[in-house]
């Protein structure tokens, strides 16, 4: 049974939430989201930032308006949902802007396993808005007591991010040998029947020399994959690729991504290894597993689903292919993006098919806790809308030592899979986060 705890002011489980005062004015266009900071009180010390961003646009928050941290259960997602319409119910919103984004916005990003304690919604004191298109906004959130902030607290200003500096890196809890006779079970399973797929991680930890600044470690990101949604949230940083569900009035859209080929060093060699994850039974047969849990999801509860082409596109990123479908729908009925995200978690791309029986053998064979990696991660606004990846490329900073950080990775395993080929795979999806931490990589 999923419960509440309090990580900030106005997040208890009691009756009344605190009334919060919203306003959102329009800005001067300021270019990197990840380059600039509100000055004085609003952002002190340590305090949280919260990011959504693709192609330079999205959203980047401060400081903690209101925030819950969720117990392991079957209905987290539920119960972050009754919490979020407390907050929003209770707020005074003065919109100068009226664009998707604008107003009060909670910034989410859940476990992958219902026994794992975690999942995190906030409400930034502060969020920097920008379409990509010269329009941009601020948005201010206060509670009651709270001093209003002045025009020079909420200014914003240029503060170069520092490097991390050298970077030392050691195994996880199953070192890549151990990791790979994982694999090897796996696939064993798969042939005895047991499963189809399951789709299996390993972690890594890194140490910088210097406190990790999320600015940079997001920055770097943005600028290497501006194709990817760059996030953060409660600590949690990344980049990725996977669009688990957008909903923006009753059109829903998700991209499901699963078969992974590393990118080739010349042309020639590019070319190869694109047309050859095309024509992989193995990849394809991981993807259509994972595509085909999507529609079937979403098919009961959209009026209209298309995106049942005959076989699975292309998306190149700058270090690996992957093979990507597109699913378009008109929702049958109202349904939030936090309510259509916990519907497709897991999917097959994340957990495997069928999903009890992957998600059993995932907890007997990784020997640790995913925490919120391959969980939903995104945000939303009061109507219901917003966008809800899935936490891929990513890694969770301590908090407790700012100098440190955890990252994973997994791969789709199926019936023809090689364990050598799948700790390779790793090493390629563990790329983005390294070079991110360490650019002498």
Known sequence: MAGLTAGGPGTGEGPVMERLAV??????????????????????????????????AGLVGWGEAAQVTLTAGTDRFAAAEKWLREVFDGTRVRDEV????????????????????????????LVLGRDGQGRAWLTTVSRPGDDHATADETA???VPPADPGPVQWREGALPAGEWAAAVAVAVARIARGDLRKVVLARDIYATAEHPIDVRTILGRLADRYPDCYTFACGGLVGATPELLIRRDGDEVRSLVLAGTMPRGATAGEDARLAAALLSSAKEVEEHDYAAASVRRVLAPLCETLDGSSPGPELLRLPNV???????????????????????LHPTAAVGGDPTDVAVELIRELEGMDRARYAGPVGWMDPAGNGEWGIALRCAQLDPADGRRARLVAGCGIVAGSDPAAEVA?????????????????
Do not use: N, Y
């Open 23 to 56: 306003r959102t004015v329009p800005l001067p266009d300021p270019g990197d989201l990840f380059a600039v900071l509100p000055r004085g009180p609003l952002i002190t010390g340590a305090a949280p930032l919260a990011a959504w961003v693709r192609h330079g």
């Open 98 to 125: 009226a664009v998707p984004g604008s107003g009060p916005i909670a910034f989410g990003s859940f476990t992958f396993d219902d026994c794992s304690d975690g999942s995190v919604l906030t409400v930034p004191r």
């Open 156 to 158: 914003l200003t240029r």
């Open 321 to 343: 292919f992957h093979l990507g479908t597109r699913v378009v729908g008109r929702l049958a009925a109202e349904r939030s993006a936090l309510a259509l995200a916990a519907a």
């Open 425 to 441: 795979e790793t090493l390629a999806k563990f790329r983005p986060m390294r070079t991110a931490l360490d650019q002498a990589l």
